[in-house]
Every structure is written in structure tokens, then in C-alpha cells.
């Protein structure tokens, strides 16, 4: 099978896209939704069949993190590299490897944590599917905020927060694509494993942990960005000269 067309979902219908933009609440560019969201279960299907185990995942990106920053390294010193011909554009590639290795580390880093006791890796494809929801809740500006884990269902029926009501219709969502994608049948068993894995608390709990502190998000031209509130709040104290009367 051609590795490109492993992991075929189909396209979103029209309804599907209405039932995610209404659980959102706020306006955000559909194309950009689509994308994102297709990407999503793309990934998750992907991950919960994974080729490689995490741990083999994670050292495989930190060998190519490592080649690749030796490679630069070795274009950088040698002094014949100064006299390779300009159509070779060396600069320009030297840059594009160094932005792919920081990029490839970044991978190794968030796939390090599913890595350890209790973190298989349908956790890391549940993860990956979440964190583009965040993203996306992000760009339009929808505090990722949870229900309290003491008041889930059953014990609380009444909706939660919008954030929460998104994330529990793109896994709804996510779960019919891929039940109605020409996917392979054990890639298809795998990631509807996956989606049909967390209960409430736990799905609240991984959420939580992939958003940091909702506290602490706050707007800005492009959607909501995490927020140092230590840092703010050190620049507004008074000084001790402003504060003492002569």
C-alpha cells in the first residue's frame, strides 16, 4: 500500500462541520477548522497503529535531532564550504536543518512524556487529537476551561463548559469518520479504541494537563496565548520609592 494513502479519512461533511462550529460558540475560519480537524483524526489513526513503539519513536527523533545539528556543524566549520558554488544555496539549507532539528526535538520532547509506566501509546494518539482541539479553541478565542471533575455526568446532566461540549463532539465526530473511512481494519479497530477508551474524568484530567492553567490564558490578535501572570504582575507593583511619602 502507498504510504500516502495509509491513513485515508474522508472528508467532513457539511453537517459535521456545523455540529463543531455550533459546539464552539465563536467564530473561526472554516478552512482553517476543516483542516485541522481532519488533521487530527489523521494523526490519531496513525498513532494508535504506530509503526514504531513511543520509546523507539522518541531515541529515533533524538538520533535525527542529533545528525542533523552534526551535519550543520560540519558544513559550518569545514573551509571548503565557502567555496561550494551559490546555486547550492548553502546558507538557506543550513537554516532549513537547523529549523527542522529544533522542530524534530520538539517532537521528541512532547513524545518523552508518553513514555514510562501507564503511558501507552493509544494515550499519545489521544493526546496529539486533543491538543489540535485546544488549538483550535485557541484561534477562536474559547477558554479551554473543563467541568470540575467532581461534577461530571452522572451527577451533573447539565452541559459544560463550551471548550468541553467541542471536545466531546469532535470525539463523536472523530469516531464516525474514521467508522465510515476506507481504513484498513485493524487501523480502524485501533483508533476506535481510542476514542472510545476515556471516561469523563479521565478525558477531563488529560485535558487539564495538555492545556496548563486556563487561568491563564489571555487574548491577543491571533486567539488566546498562555500568560506569565508572574511576570506580568512584577512590571504593575509600585516602587518602593513611588509608594513612601517624604
Known amino acids: 500500500m502507498n ?37 487530527g483524526i489523521r494523526e490519531l489513526v496513525k498513532l494508535s497503529t504506530p509503526i514504531v513503539s513511543p520509546r523507539e519513536y522518541r531515541d529515533e527523533l533524538e538520533e535525527i535531532v542529533q545528525q542533523g545539528r552534526k551535519w550543520v556543524e560540519t558544513l559550518k566549520q569545514s573551509r571548503s564550504t565557502s567555496l561550494l558554488p551559490n546555486v547550492l544555496e548553502i546558507e538557506q539549507l543550513i537554516s532549513s536543518v537547523a529549523t527542522f532539528s529544533d522542530a524534530v526535538e520538539s517532537l521528541a520532547e512532547q513524545s518523552d512524556k508518553s513514555v514510562g509506566p501507564g503511558r501507552a501509546h493509544s494515550n499519545l494518539a489521544l493526546e496529539a487529537f486533543l491538543d489540535r482541539l485546544i488549538g483550535i479553541a485557541k484561534r477562536a478565542k474559547v477558554r479551554p476551561s473543563t467541568p470540575s471533575r467532581a461534577m461530571v455526568p452522572p451527577l451533573n446532566p447539565s452541559p459544560g463548559p463550551p471548550f468541553y461540549e467541542f471536545v466531546t463532539e469532535a470525539l463523536d465526530i472523530a469516531e464516525e469518520v474514521t467508522k465510515s473511512s476506507p481504513l484498513a481494519q485493524n487501523q480502524m479497530d485501533a483508533a476506535l479504541a481510542v476514542l472510545r477508551a476515556p471516561s469523563d474524568q479521565a478525558l477531563i484530567k488529560i485535558l487539564e494537563r495538555l492545556r496548563g492553567r486556563a487561568g491563564e490564558y489571555r487574548e491577543s490578535t491571533a486567539g488566546l496565548v498562555e500568560w506569565d501572570l508572574a511576570e506580568d504582575a512584577e512590571p504593575n507593583r509600585p516602587k518602593d520609592s513611588e509608594t513612601s511619602s517624604d
Open 3 to 39: 504510504s500516502t494513502n495509509m491513513y485515508n479519512i474522508r472528508q467532513l461533511t457539511d453537517e459535521e462541520i456545523s455540529r463543531l462550529e455550533r459546539a464552539l460558540g465563536k467564530p473561526v475560519e472554516r478552512a482553517y477548522l476543516v483542516y485541522w480537524i481532519s488533521t
